[in-house]
């Protein structure tokens, strides 16, 4: 079956601060690749996503590169605000066997991040 | 525009009673799917819904369980005789369609606590 595998949290950083989640993914097919983010108080939330190997996604100065070979999708960004604190979750997409999948999310764990004045 | 909206935000039941969630999609979006997000389990997939297909329930975790989808638009999943580990929060989403790539926007969730 499809995992989502996270790196633990929480994270703790300062502003300014360059940030690294790490998400390493098993699908059976090829997946969609995506970081959904819960800002304190709101609901989920796309942040970036990636259809196809190589492709990387980008939104507010975080970035991800879909690797196919190390089957990840780490998240980055070079320089965290206090504004960024939330959960992050990376999920995917699997379009099963002949593509007939319907868009149903696999996710991680999350990982809580502050980031500190 | 309206995102997704959910209702009740909170719920607080005793165990054994029935309970109702309310979803109501994005005006257009075809595609509906419930997830549930608990200390224990993480987020997880319960039910999707495509146009007038019959839906997917492999992620409804007990047969108490069901939920259903009225004139291709509002949702209700219904909880029978709730127990303890029911405890969540019950997350709907809409997409414009469905597929993997497609992005889902989710609603804020109702938080369920079974006492």
């Known amino acids: 079956g499809n995992s989502v595998t996270q790196m633990e949290g929480p994270v703790t950083l300062s502003e300014e601060a360059f940030l690294t989640i790490n998400c390493t993914y098993t699908?059976?097919?090829?997946?969609?690749l995506f970081w959904y983010v819960q800002y304190p108080g709101e609901g989920l939330q796309l942040l970036l996503k990636?259809?196809?190997?190589?492709d990387k996604g980008s939104n507010k100065g975080f970035e991800a590169t879909y690797r196919k070979e190390t089957t990840s999708f780490h998240l980055e960004k070079g320089s965290v605000q206090v504004s960024d604190s939330a959960v992050y979750f990376c999920?995917?997409?699997?379009?099963?066997?002949?593509?007939?999948?319907?868009?149903?999310?696999?996710f991680g764990q999350g990982t809580i991040l502050t980031v500190h004045p | 525009g309206a995102g997704v909206s959910q209702s009740p935000s909170n719920k607080v039941t005793e165990k054994g009673k029935d309970v109702e969630l309310r979803c109501d999609p994005i005006?257009?979006?075809?595609?509906l799917y419930w997830y549930r997000q608990s200390l224990g389990q993480g987020l997880e997939f319960l039910i999707y819904?495509?146009?007038?297909?019959?839906?997917?329930k492999s992620g409804l975790p007990s047969d108490r369980f069901s939920a259903e989808r009225t004139g291709g638009s509002v949702s209700t999943l219904t909880i029978q005789r709730t127990q303890q580990e029911d405890s969540a929060v019950y997350l709907c989403?809409?997409?414009?369609?469905?597929?993997?790539?497609?992005?889902?926007?989710f609603g804020p969730g109702t938080r369920l606590t079974v006492t």
């Open positions: 989403a809409s997409s414009w369609k469905d597929g993997h790539s497609y992005e889902q926007y």
């Open positions: 699908a059976t097919g090829y997946p969609s």
């Open positions: 990636a259809t196809k190997a190589d």
């Open positions: 999920a995917l997409s699997d379009p099963g066997a002949g593509g007939t999948s319907y868009g149903k999310l696999t």
């Open positions: 005006s257009g979006h075809t595609a």
């Open positions: 819904f495509q146009g007038n297909s019959a839906p997917d």
